[in-house]
């Protein structure tokens, strides 16, 4: 046996009975190590990290978590399990980790005695760098989303008035995004001319006002328009068992779906998308949906003879490839690719604002580096439907854009201006100059990502392991120089842990690592350490 493969439990393999038609049934129990920790699995299970407490069986191939995924988990103890296809996993109340799949026998790698030794080999292997970015702008400046403003709405008057309000406000410029509904249908790519009379002006009149623009696009076609009989006509739709063209269900109804395991389909699709880059004048595209759940339990024919629904997934994460202004909120398996990624849609709710550390985190585990955490607020639109603008809780605003700041990149789409105060809306603006003025560093981060495949926010565990920072949660590394310590409760006082070492706090002040501390923060600091020792 390899020095570096073994299983604390011996791998049953049943060869006598398939499960399915692909391969056979592999199970496997990993045992826990003295004080280990286990990460992965999926971005949205950040906040169960590490798995200390009991997990329910769950499927990275069908299960849909609306998040990132990707077939990882590695320990404070410098293993990793890996495999080039989903896997199930479930964690029993003393940490034993079970492990099946369809397709391989899963096992655990000894890479060496820490959680990034664990990372590092694991990323080598099994998703290296690709050496490439998502646009810069994306790091250095923040990104602003129609979505909360206007909903189903999308309409050029209220786009440029939301555009305009970023810059009255002073806030810095840089990626702006039209969201859901623009387009005539699902699968059309004309925008509504009752709501946008003139788009070409409108994207220049965006370009003039100092934006970046992107598109909403999803791999969905609505059931009878032209663009389904031609799609269907030319080979480009997942069909199902009969031949026809497979509906699938998804947040906004049922609709046919493009099949990107079929090059030519994949190809036709972007195609179409950069002509509408000449036409228009858009820079990018937000690719929303293909989370592989919507893929799950349809008897689906593909072009890809039994592709599985993540195939599908990572079929449609190939599209941005294409396009250095990208966005998605769902991928797998896309480890170390130029694509930006999103945390899930999140409440309006101080709960939702304490899962965004703990999931950045995932998200840099699982090798998606260049990931936005969520919206300013959050990004989950029928929690501000019923919302009392005379009751809103500004201050969960306030602290929500502080988490953004130091992360690598920082989303608004609730309009702060709106809602604010003029002193709250003044703290935000901070907290955005902050971002811009972070912005070479930041970017430096992310070269070192492109390079090395390190993410970009490290949990504590990750940069100074065996310091007791395991079950941390509230508390980052921006890259290897920067501890972030936002408020995420209604508190203005919280704890620091520091490492060893010496640390500078934001208000200048030098304090010696190995302690917590215990400080107050007002809802206009934002606390920060960096490491200078």
Known sequence: MSKKIFLLLTVCVFAACPISAKAYEFTAEIKPLAGECWWGGFTAYGDRMPYLQAVREVSLATQNEGNQAAPILVSSRGRYIWS??????????????????????PAAVQAGATLREAYKEACRKHFPPSGKLPDSLFFTQPQYNTWIELMYNQNQDDILKYARGIAASHLPRGVLMIDDNWQKYYGNFEFKPDKFPNPKAMVSELHLL?????????????????????????????????????????????????????????????????????????????????????????????????????????????????????????????????????????DYSWSAVQLLIPQMVAAGLLGYAYTCPDMVGGGLFTSFLNVDEAQFDQALIVRSAQVHALMPMMQFSVAPWRILSRENLEIVRQAALLHQKMGAYIMDCAGEAARTGEPIVRHLEYAFPNEGFAECKNQFMLGDKYLVAPVVTKENIRTVKLPKGQWKDDLGKVHKGGKTLTIDVPLSRLPYFERIK
């Not at 964690?91 to 391989?104: A, C, N, R, W």
């Not at 036709?268 to 893929?295: C, H, I, P």
């Not at 599209?319 to 398996?333: M, T, V």
């Open 84 to 105: 080039d296809k989903p896997f199930t996993f479930a964690v029993s109340d003393g940490g034993v980790i079970t492990l099946k799949s369809d397709f391989e026998a």
């Open 210 to 346: 100092g934006f970046k623009v992107m598109l909403w696009i999803c791999p969905f076609v609505s059931p009878d328009s032209p663009e389904y009989r031609t799609l269907s006509d030319k080979g480009f739709l997942i069909r199902n068992k009969k031949g026809n063209p497979a509906i699938l269900s998804w947040w906004n109804g049922q609709s046919a779906c493009y099949d990107f395991t079929n090059p030519e389909a994949a190809a036709y699709f972007t195609s179409v998308l950069k002509n509408m880059q000449r036409e228009y004048g858009v820079d990018g595209f937000k690719l929303d949906a293909g989370d592989n759940g919507m893929y799950a339990g349809n008897d689906l024919v593909s072009y890809k003879k039994d592709a599985a629904p993540v195939e599908h997934t990572l079929a449609w994460a190939k599209i941005g490839l294409e396009f250095p202004f990208n966005e998605y909120r769902a991928c797998w398996q896309m480890g170390g690719q130029p694509l930006v990624q999103r945390l899930g849609d999140k």
